[in-house]
């Protein structure tokens, strides 16, 4: 059997560290690659005027429900008295919560009471960010989560 030297004890500590450091350098290059982490440009900006459209977006009563089936997604807008109402303006972004890597932004078209608009999906949480505005010019905003099975 070998002795055990100081040089044999360096190597087998400097080893365990070079990967634990490593193994943090890769996590946080993962970590930054993945997730942009950005909502808005200026945060100090955006809370300006954040109670008035708050209060402008509550006072339409809207309510978004996506829904997703063979390859179409949907999106439903009620009004507050429960009927379907027309939005103008519709900008959609549909991706992953953790990565923007599977990010779209699909175009939709007014099918029925109902906006439609063909997109592939796959399995798992789906994040849904809805921008329109109403007929008077009121802007609605609204985050969803969509689960797609199978």
């Known amino acids: ?5 100081g040089k044999h004890v360096f190597a087998i ?3 365990a560290f070079a990967v634990i450091i490593g193994v943090n350098v890769l996590l946080a290059v993962k970590a930054v690659s993945t997730f942009p982490g950005l909502e808005v440009e200026n ?4 809370g300006q005027d954040f109670n008035e459209r708050k209060a402008a977006q509550l006072a339409l009563g809207w309510v978004m429900v996506p829904g997703y089936e063979n390859g179409k997604m949907t999106l439903a807008f009620t009004g ?3 009927l379907p109402v027309a939005v103008g303006d519709l900008q ?10 599977d990010d779209t932004n699909p175009v939709f078209a007014r099918d029925g009471d109902l906006y439609a608009a063909d997109v592939a999906l796959g399995r ?3 994040m849904v960010k809805v921008t329109a505005r109403s007929a008077d010019g009121t802007l609605f905003e609204q985050r969803s989560e969509l689960y ?3």
Do not use: F, I, N, Q
Not at 1 to 5: I, P
Not at 43 to 46: D, E, L, N, R
């Open 43 to 46: 945060s100090y900006v955006a």
């Open 92 to 101: 959609v972004l549909v991706g992953r919560t953790t990565e923007a890597k």
């Open 148 to 150: 797609v099975k199978g």
């Open 124 to 126: 798992g949480k789906w």
């Open 1 to 5: 059997m070998a002795e055990l030297t």
């Open 80 to 82: 507050s008295d429960g």
């Open 13 to 15: 500590t400097a080893s």
